[in-house]
């Protein structure tokens, strides 16, 4: 007889125990990780918390430089710009979660397919994606939302559109090799279906690089997103948006009003960082291998 | 004759291989002008358009017969060089194109180059020194010049070095209203004075592309320094560099003659990337700055919705892209003996 309770036994880490290991020794991931959490704070509760109204114009009190009553200022019509930047948090926020999500789930369908099945499939999605990255990225988004109309939600497809070649072939890449591999053949011999198998048993080990690729792209894609708006794609004044806020304060940036393009063009640079370093500290975590 | 030179037959199977991409971009480019929900022939007939002519453009355009024959006229004009005619400047797409192209040109290649001159070295230093204040430079400029919107950055540039310091000329194009723009030769308002001879000139036209041309470079900087850096570590903890060493060769040579040479691979694909990013960003920078490149077109197109020239502006930078492509693929070969050799 022995006296080892379960508790005594040696464990396999666990993957809480290696985030938390990661995150102990890595805290610039655990910052990032609060940076977010800030993000998306601001973007759910901001909008109820900010202290005026992003649209409301005050003619009396334009250009003036931040204040303890107007922490960022305010803009050529009154406007606080405080408001203004922390509102548009849902809105940049918004649109970029939608496309990532968007070519997060048509790249892992295709991606899917062809690395699976191969044949004329796999050539032809190679060929289609090839294209797509044939074209300067931005360019051809502005080439998109110019075709299919000046609106967010082409915004929205067209920084899908320009996202997905990079899943579907992480997704191909990730299906391919597994596609005969022992865990497959018994799965197949147990009598699962080719849907199932692929659903069940190998799409998931895609997952973690998908995830790293999604916190990478979410900066990329504000980028596109808030360029877009910044050359008069997408949004319309006088909504709030960060893109679309630097346009309109650049006219004053040679007059010394620098506030209205600084703070934000700040928190542009804040949302993208924080997604950066967000990105390099999940593949931390996902692939200890790969730590630059 | 072409089989004696294996080198001659590995770069024209990479010309060929560009052209299934070429096709790809034109096939594209015809169904973002044509083939979308929504009536061609209404954006194309501009805004002020109405019945009739919105018809006659119709008409005039063949959007009334079908697809493929469509199709067929449109790769017809392109052979042709026919990008249809810009509804704001009057003119034909592809003139108001080759007009401005120098401009970005110059604009895009000055960043380039910068960045390539200033991030490879600095890459190089920080895979050589790990953990010295380089390196964390190297770091500290990968991260941040890839959170660093471009537009945004040209800004700040701006307010610093022409509110604040006053160092830097007004924001507004090629060359300040006192010079007179140089004969045109190249389109290129560098070489074009320089060939003139006339320095003043000269001095104008680089101090307007100094901040615009540095804008852009930041961007670039961060993939190239980051490759660099990765590759240069790489290569110096492989077998060959400890097999150098331990043949006693100076430290200079394993570094330059067989590290950087190795190294130097994926950094040129990188920069087929950097050039993507490039093109992008340039429409941006352009628009900060006011600069008179095919960007700068193509927005001021997008803002009156002339859709001839802003799919022109597309069809033109993709065709541009695919060719840097080629050039970087050709220089591939150029630089590493390997390929060539191998059957492909």
Same mark, same amino acid.
């Given at each position: 007889?022995?006296?080892?309770?379960?508790?005594?036994?040696?464990?396999?880490?666990?993957?809480?125990?290696?985030?938390?290991?990661?995150?102990?020794?890595?805290?610039?991931?655990?910052?990032?990780?609060?940076?977010?959490?800030?993000?998306?704070l601001s973007a759910l509760f901001g909008p109820a918390l900010v202290p005026y109204d992003p649209l409301a114009t005050n003619a009396g009190n334009a250009l003036q430089p931040p204040s303890w009553a107007h922490w960022f200022g305010t803009d050529q019509i009154g406007r606080d710009v405080f408001s203004r930047v922390i509102v548009a948090t849902r809105l940049d926020l918004t649109i970029?979660? *939608? *496309?990532?999500?968007?070519?997060?789930?048509?790249?892992?369908?295709?991606?899917?397919? *062809?690395?699976?099945?191969?044949?004329?499939?796999?050539?032809?999605?190679?060929?289609?994606?090839?294209?797509?990255?044939?074209?300067? #990225?931005?360019? #051809?988004?502005?080439?998109?939302?110019?075709?299919?109309?000046?609106?967010v939600?082409?915004?929205?497809?067209?920084?899908?559109?320009?996202?997905?070649?990079?899943?579907?072939?992480?997704?191909?890449?990730?299906?391919?090799?597994?596609?005969? *591999?022992?865990?497959?053949?018994?799965?197949?011999?147990?009598?699962?279906?080719?849907?199932?198998?692929?659903?069940?048993?190998?799409?998931?080990?895609?997952?973690?690089?998908?995830?790293?690729?999604?916190?990478?792209?979410?900066?990329?894609?504000?980028?596109?997103?808030a360029?877009?708006s910044?050359?008069g794609?997408g949004v319309s004044p006088p909504t709030a948006e960060w893109g679309i806020m630097v346009a309109e304060g650049a006219n004053f940036i040679?007059s010394?009003e620098w506030w209205l393009a600084v703070f934000p063009g700040l928190w542009l640079?804040?949302?993208?960082?924080?997604?950066?370093?967000?990105?390099?500290?999940?593949?931390?975590?996902?692939?200890?291998?790969?730590?630059? | 004759?072409?089989?004696?030179?294996?080198?001659?037959?590995?770069?024209?199977?990479?010309? =060929?291989?560009?052209?299934?991409?070429?096709?790809?971009?034109?096939?594209?480019?015809?169904?973002?002008?044509?083939?979308?929900?929504?009536?061609?022939?209404?954006?194309?007939?501009?805004?002020?358009?109405?019945?009739?002519?919105?018809?006659?453009?119709?008409?005039?355009?063949?959007?009334?017969?079908?697809?493929?024959?469509?199709?067929?006229?449109?790769?017809?004009?392109?052979?042709?060089?026919?990008?249809?005619?810009?509804?704001?400047?009057?003119?034909?797409? =592809?003139?108001?194109?080759?007009?401005?192209?120098?401009?970005?040109?110059?604009?895009?290649?000055?960043?380039?180059?910068?960045?390539?001159?200033?991030?490879?070295?600095?890459?190089?230093?920080?895979?050589?020194?790990?953990?010295?204040?380089?390196?964390?430079?190297?770091?500290?400029?990968?991260?941040?010049?890839?959170?660093?919107? &471009?537009?945004?950055?040209?800004?700040?540039?701006?307010?610093?070095?022409?509110?604040?310091?006053?160092?830097?000329?007004?924001?507004?194009?090629?060359?300040?209203?006192?010079?007179?723009?140089?004969?045109?030769?190249?389109?290129?308002?560098?070489?074009?004075?320089?060939?003139?001879?006339?320095?003043?000139?000269?001095?104008?036209?680089?101090?307007?592309?100094?901040?615009?041309?540095?804008?852009?470079?930041?961007?670039?900087?961060?993939?190239?320094?980051?490759?660099?850096?990765?590759?240069?570590?790489?290569?110096?903890?492989?077998?060959?560099?400890? &097999?150098?060493?331990?043949?006693?060769?100076?430290?200079? &040579?394993?570094?330059?003659?067989?590290?950087?040479?190795?190294?130097?691979?994926?950094?040129?694909?990188?920069?087929?990337?950097?050039?993507?990013?490039?093109?992008? =960003?340039?429409?941006?920078?352009?628009?900060?700055?006011?600069?008179?490149?095919?960007?700068?077109?193509?927005?001021?197109?997008?803002?009156?919705?002339?859709?001839?020239?802003?799919?022109?502006?597309?069809?033109?930078?993709?065709?541009?892209?695919? =060719?840097?492509?080629?050039?970087?693929?050709?220089?591939?070969?150029?630089?590493?003996?390997?390929?060539?050799?191998?059957?492909?």
């Amino acid at each position: 007889m022995s006296d080892t309770t379960p508790s005594d036994l040696p464990r396999q880490p666990g993957n809480l125990e290696h985030v938390i290991y990661v995150l102990r020794t890595n805290p610039v991931t655990l910052i990032a990780f609060g940076m977010f959490t800030f993000l998306i704070l601001s973007a759910l509760f901001g909008p109820a918390l900010v202290p005026y109204d992003p649209l409301a114009t005050n003619a009396g009190n334009a250009l003036q430089p931040p204040s303890w009553a107007h922490w960022f200022g305010t803009d050529q019509i009154g406007r606080d710009v405080f408001s203004r930047v922390i509102v548009a948090t849902r809105l940049d926020l918004t649109i970029s979660v *939608a *496309a990532v999500a968007i070519s997060f789930v048509v790249g892992s369908i295709l991606g899917c397919i *062809a690395g699976y099945w191969g044949g004329w499939a796999d050539i032809i999605l190679n060929r289609f994606l090839d294209t797509i990255m044939a074209f300067p #990225l931005f360019v #051809l988004a502005m080439g998109i939302v110019a075709a299919l109309g000046n609106s967010v939600e082409n915004i929205i497809y067209a920084t899908a559109i320009i996202n997905m070649p990079f899943y579907a072939r992480l997704v191909r890449a990730e299906v391919n090799i597994r596609r005969d *591999a022992g865990f497959v053949r018994a799965a197949k011999l147990a009598g699962s279906s080719d849907l199932r198998v692929l659903a069940t048993q190998i799409y998931p080990n895609a997952l973690p690089p998908m995830m790293v690729q999604v916190s990478l792209n979410l900066g990329w894609a504000i980028l596109n997103a808030a360029g877009l708006s910044f050359i008069g794609l997408g949004v319309s004044p006088p909504t709030a948006e960060w893109g679309i806020m630097v346009a309109e304060g650049a006219n004053f940036i040679v007059s010394g009003e620098w506030w209205l393009a600084v703070f934000p063009g700040l928190w542009l640079m804040f949302a993208v960082f924080t997604f950066n370093l967000l990105g390099d500290g999940l593949r931390d975590i996902v692939d200890p291998r790969k730590r630059t | 004759m072409l089989a004696s030179s294996p080198r001659l037959r590995a770069i024209l199977l990479r010309v =060929a291989q560009a052209i299934p991409v070429v096709i790809g971009v034109v096939v594209i480019s015809f169904l973002l002008t044509r083939a979308l929900p929504g009536d061609p022939a209404v954006y194309f007939a501009g805004v002020a358009a109405d019945e009739a002519s919105i018809e006659e453009t119709r008409v005039a355009m063949g959007l009334d017969k079908p697809l493929p024959v469509q199709f067929l006229h449109y790769v017809g004009d392109l052979l042709q060089g026919d990008l249809g005619q810009s509804l704001s400047s009057g003119r034909p797409v =592809a003139v108001d194109l080759a007009n401005r192209l120098p401009a970005s040109l110059e604009l895009t290649l000055t960043a380039l180059f910068l960045a390539v001159v200033i991030a490879v070295p600095l890459g190089v230093l920080a895979a050589t020194r790990p953990g010295t204040w380089v390196d964390h430079l190297c770091r500290v400029v990968v991260t941040a010049g890839v959170s660093l919107p &471009t537009f945004f950055t040209g800004i700040l540039l701006i307010y610093i070095f022409y509110y604040l310091m006053g160092i830097a000329p007004s924001p507004l194009g090629r060359l300040d209203f006192i010079y007179l723009s140089p004969d045109h030769v190249t389109g290129f308002y560098l070489i074009d004075a320089a060939l003139m001879g006339d320095l003043e000139t000269w001095r104008g036209a680089a101090k307007q592309l100094v901040l615009p041309a540095t804008t852009l470079a930041l961007f670039t900087l961060a993939p190239i320094a980051r490759m660099t850096r990765a590759a240069m570590l790489t290569a110096l903890s492989s077998d060959f560099i400890r &097999t150098a060493r331990a043949a006693g060769l100076s430290n200079r &040579t394993v570094l330059y003659r067989y590290a950087f040479r190795n190294a130097l691979l994926p950094v040129v694909t990188t920069l087929g990337m950097v050039f993507s990013f490039a093109l992008g =960003a340039n429409v941006l920078v352009e628009k900060v700055f006011a600069w008179p490149g095919i960007g700068s077109y193509a927005v001021e197109a997008l803002v009156v919705s002339d859709y001839a020239a802003v799919q022109g502006f597309v069809l033109a930078m993709a065709l541009l892209f695919v =060719a840097l492509n080629l050039v970087i693929d050709l220089l591939y070969t150029a630089i590493d003996p390997r390929i060539g050799f191998e059957a492909q």
